[in-house]
């Protein structure tokens, strides 16, 4: 399998051979290739076998693909601050080159325009979004003051107190009120059973006593 090094001005093209003496595998450099112009030499396609080669080629391919999506993200990344800068020069310029420039802004205005349309990002969808986002500040407020307020309601955790060990363990609930037990009605004593019965035993005798004979 070939390797490649990016250097600053080529790209090394590396070979790993197998070493009998070494029993491993060492590096071997195959060829360079100039970053400026990255196409294969034929001195570079003498020294390769025609899979060596295949590989070569597709690294040249992956990276020029690389590069140019990496350009052409950066050129939509600073179109924006390149159109205000163009925007100035066309209210202090109104000459020749200030035309031509002009006329060039307008076609690719519009082809930009059908690729956005295309890419779904239709002019109110895009303005729609801008308006949303800059909204969205606005809210921030209201939603802090709504969850101070919720805090506030919230009851508080019971505290924790750290045992001899370190060990954290919760505070002792506090214990409950006792009962408050009301008095209870006194009831009226009365007398004994054998009281009043011998009561009602004198009487009758007494009152037999007294009675007069037949």
């Not at 093209?13 to 990255?38: C, H, M, N, Q, W």
């Not at 979004?129 to 805090?151: G, I, L, Q």
Request: hydrophobic share 35%.
């Amino acid at each position: 399998m070939m390797q490649f090094r990016e250097r600053r001005r080529v790209i090394q093209v590396i070979r790993t051979v197998y070493d009998p003496d070494l029993k491993r595998g060492r590096s071997e450099l195959v060829g360079k290739i100039d970053k400026a112009a990255p196409v294969v030499t034929d001195r570079l396609q003498k020294s390769c076998t025609p899979e060596e080669l295949s590989e070569i080629l597709t690294y040249l391919d992956d990276r020029h693909n690389r590069l140019r999506n990496e350009a052409v993200r950066a050129g939509a990344e600073t179109l924006p601050a390149q159109m205000r800068e163009a925007a100035e020069y066309f209210r202090t310029h109104r000459d020749d080159d200030a035309r031509a420039f002009a006329t060039e802004i307008r076609l690719a205005w519009e082809d930009l325009k059908t690729a956005l349309r295309e890419a779904g990002f239709s002019k109110s969808k895009v303005l729609k979004k801008a308006v949303d986002r800059d909204k969205a500040p606005e809210k921030a407020p209201e939603k802090a003051a709504e969850k101070k307020a919720t805090a506030k309601t919230e009851a508080p955790t019971p505290s924790v107190s750290l045992t001899v060990d370190g060990a954290a363990e919760p505070a002792a609930a506090p214990s409950p009120a006792a009962p408050v037990r009301k008095p209870r009605a006194r009831k009226a004593r009365t007398a004994p059973a054998t009281a009043v019965a011998a009561e009602g035993t004198s009487s009758d005798s007494g009152s037999a006593g007294s009675s007069p004979a037949a």
